[in-house]
C-alpha cells in the first residue's frame, strides 16, 4: 500500500539553528500538506500545496518557516532560526487534489522536533 | 484556529465494551471525517460522511452527522486493545482544506 514518507523521523536541534524536514507524497497526490501537532492538540495546517503552487500559507509564520514543492512532488518545510516554541510534531499529509471528489488525507509518520 | 470540539477528551473503558466520542463544530461543512493517532504516531483516515449523509458504517465504527445541531458521533463497537489511541474529527469545505479538533484520547483497560 502506497504511503507517506517523512525524514527524519527525530530531530534535536539548537535554537537558532536552521533546521529542515522532507516529505514525499503518495505517487499521484496533488495536494499536500504540512501540519503542526503540538503535544495534546489536534493538527493545525502550515501550508496546502496544489501541485507546486501554495493554496494557503496563512498560518505560516514566514518570517522563519519556508516551504517549497518545486516540482510539485515531493516537498521541504525549512525553519531558520529555529526557536524553542517550535518544538512539536511536523506532520505531512496528501490527498488526489481539489475537484477530485476525494477528501480524505493520507498522513506520513511525522517528524518528532525538539529545540533546546 | 480549530472548529471541531471532540467530548470527552478522555475516555477509559473496559476492553468488549462501546466507546462513543462526540465532535461539535460551529460553521457548515461540505464533509466531516474521524482519524485515530497512536502515540507519537501519523494520523490514519477512518471514515468520512459527506452533509447529506446522516449515519455511516465501517466494521465496527459507525458515525452519525447531524448537521442541524452542527455534531457528530463515533462510535466504536466491541472494542479492543488495539484501540487505544487519540482520535480526532476534522471538518472539510469545498478546498480540499480539513480543520481538526483537539482529540479524545481511548485507553482500553484489559
Known amino acids: 500500500e502506497a504511503e507517506v514518507a517523512q525524514s527524519p523521523r527525530y530531530k534535536i536541534t539548537e535554537k537558532s539553528q536552521a533546521v529542515a524536514f522532507w516529505c514525499d507524497p503518495i505517487s499521484g497526490h496533488a495536494t499536500l500538506y504540512w501540519y503542526r501537532q503540538i503535544l495534546g492538540q489536534g493538527p493545525e495546517l502550515l501550508v496546502q500545496f496544489q501541485d507546486e503552487s501554495v493554496v494557503d500559507d496563512s498560518q505560516l509564520p514566514k518570517d522563519r518557516f519556508s516551504a517549497e514543492r518545486l516540482k510539485g512532488v515531493d516537498s521541504t518545510l525549512k525553519i531558520q532560526p529555529a526557536e524553542l516554541g517550535d518544538s512539536a510534531m511536523y506532520l505531512c499529509a496528501s490527498s488526489q487534489g481539489l475537484g477530485r471528489g476525494s477528501y480524505e488525507q493520507y498522513f506520513g509518520p511525522g517528524t518528532r522536533l525538539t529545540v533546546t | 484556529s480549530q472548529q471541531g470540539e471532540e467530548d470527552p477528551q478522555a475516555l477509559s473503558i473496559q476492553e468488549g465494551e462501546n466507546a462513543t466520542m462526540n465532535c461539535s463544530y460551529k460553521t457548515s461543512i461540505n464533509n466531516l471525517q474521524w482519524y485515530r493517532q497512536n502515540s507519537g504516531r501519523g494520523l490514519v483516515h477512518l471514515i468520512l460522511?459527506?452533509?447529506?449523509?446522516r449515519e455511516k458504517h465501517s466494521g465496527r465504527l459507525r458515525v452519525t452527522l447531524d448537521t442541524s445541531k452542527k455534531s457528530s458521533s463515533l462510535l466504536i463497537t466491541a472494542s479492543r486493545a488495539a484501540d487505544t489511541a487519540s482520535y480526532f474529527c476534522?471538518?472539510?469545505?469545498?478546498?480540499?482544506?480539513?480543520?481538526f479538533g483537539k482529540g479524545t484520547r481511548l485507553h482500553i483497560l484489559p
Open positions: 460522511i459527506r452533509s447529506n449523509e
Open positions: 476534522a471538518t472539510g469545505g469545498r478546498d480540499d482544506k480539513i480543520i
